[in-house]
């Protein structure tokens, strides 16, 4: 075939895998198609299902793919049936069917040692079981009362069942069928019907092709996309996690050995921003990435992110990397198993952390080495809450601020603001109920606070630690196996477990209560002087941000910069 002979001739002049040849040939097909099923009718959505089905069976044909047909067919007719099932039990019957089904494929590949230079399907399962879970659990919020949903799964419930050429063009939407992105069922089917592209103005939008930014958004994550694919092909064989395992690796100096585990992830990370980025691009020309407008009226082209690389290679903490890796990967391990393993009325915990991590490490494949990368991430982001619920709190400037009436006439307060409703901290540039004056124009929120030095260096360390645990962790996602992970672990130092369980060891062994303590004891002493100086005439005092307890609530109120903690 023509793609045969091109993949071959690729490979002869870069060396790179013809499979994986084969697949970015595809990442760059999907920008002319993108711009023939944009042109598709609203009124037709049929033919928009049709389109996507036929061009993924036709990339499957094309990769030899002949049984990952078969697969894909029986993993999307099994759910079908499931999803018709008016129990409570249908989201966890789906998830169970689709993720055995995803799991035997992940152990043929092992059985018949296949290499992560072949693609084969579960690349492209690995999607659809990310979708058909979503849409299980979309089907069972749209038969729950409001009551019992969360804001999220309020937008996201699908109330009026699908067809089956809808479900169809679901599964097979072809930007996102071989490596994502994925997306909920309400988003695609607001795609295919135009209803996706809000009005502006009083107006409504009449077709996606006369928005603004869509082709040249498109085309930048095409652009990048294939920077990053180009750096890949240049290093990847130059620079890589195998070199860890030649002999002697191990007697250079230990600093240098740490440097180069950062250049070997950075390196292999590329291969998946540039897959993730042509993908996106080729979303957003069929329309799917359109996310409303932003405050000055421009388009927001970014509802098919999958990676943010910056913030992911600068992240000043592990919480911020992980909601930009993979995102969409993230968003429904978030909405499909750490919120649904929690039980109602409770907050997500180290169990729920865990289990979390456990699926995702199943998803990914049935590699050892996996497992290890997963296991040592759960440890690290337990470190990470523990360090931003215990230690960060004490580099914040104080939890309030005062102000003085600036004129006679401003009427004065003699109480502190009260806390905004559901513990959540003032957004600066909103006014607050029971603050005099802070509508029609004056508000009373300060800004947050500016980071004081010691604040920077925390967050320089964080990223600099933030990045190394990444590059450690990834280690046994390369290498595959448990003991070429273990023995690449142990050529590196060991540098990325101890980082982790030290701190682990300190919080476990005493220090977590010991710094909240300490916490609790300078929130006490703030509250003796606010009451000092609370009685002053024309003083208004700013509200602190909210007062919990909980160390796993923390981290979520001290965004802005302020601390929180409660007095009892």
Known sequence: MLMDSIAS???????????????????????????????????????????????????????????????????????????RWKHKYMPWAVFFFAMVHLMYNHLYRIWFHLSVENFDITFSQMVLVMKITTLAWNIHDGRQ??????????????????????????????????????????????????????????????????????????????????????????????????????EGWEKQAFVKRVFLVQLMGIVQRTKYYGAWKLSEGAAILTGLGFNGYTRDGKTLWNRATNVNILNVEFAPNIKLLLDNWNVNTNVWLRHCVYKRVTPRGKKPGFRSSMLTFLVSALWHGSESGYYLTFIQGGFVQTVARMMRSCVRPFLLPPVVEIRRATTDTEPSTRAATPAPEDGVSPVPGTPISGVPGSSGGKVFVPPPPPPTLIKRIYDILGMICTSMELNYCAAPFILLTAKNSLLGWGKMGWYGTWMSFVPLLFFWLGGRPFLLGKLKQRAEKEKRRLERIEHLPGVVVVPPSPVITKADEVEEFVDQGWTATKLD
């Not at 970015?24 to 928009?48: D, Q, S």
């Not at 994550?221 to 130059?238: D, E, K, P, Q, Y």
């Open 145 to 246: 009362p409001d009551e019992f949903l969360d804001q999220q799964q309020k937008e996201s419930r699908v109330v009026q069942f699908p067809s089956l050429l809808e479900y169809l063009g679901y599964c097979f939407y072809f930007p996102g069928f071989l490596v994502g992105p994925s997306c909920d069922f309400h988003t695609y089917r607001a795609l295919c019907s135009g209803t996706l592209y809000t009005p502006r103005e009083g107006k409504a939008v009449p077709a996606v092709t006369v928005l603004e930014g869509r082709k040249r958004s498109a085309y930048y994550h095409m652009a990048i996309g294939a920077v990053n694919i180009v750096i890949w092909l240049t290093c990847n064989s130059r620079v890589n996690y195998f070199q860890v395992m030649q």
């Open 9 to 83: 001739r690729l490979h002869s002049i870069t060396g790179a895998p013809e499979d994986q040849i084969k697949v970015f040939i595809f990442f760059t097909l999907n920008y002319p198609l993108g711009h023939l099923y944009i042109r598709i009718p609203n009124e037709l959505p049929a033919l928009r299902h049709i389109f996507s089905i036929f061009i993924s069976l036709y990339a499957l044909l094309e990769l030899k793919l002949y049984s990952g047909i078969a697969h894909e067919l029986f993993s999307i007719s099994g759910v079908w049936v499931l999803l």
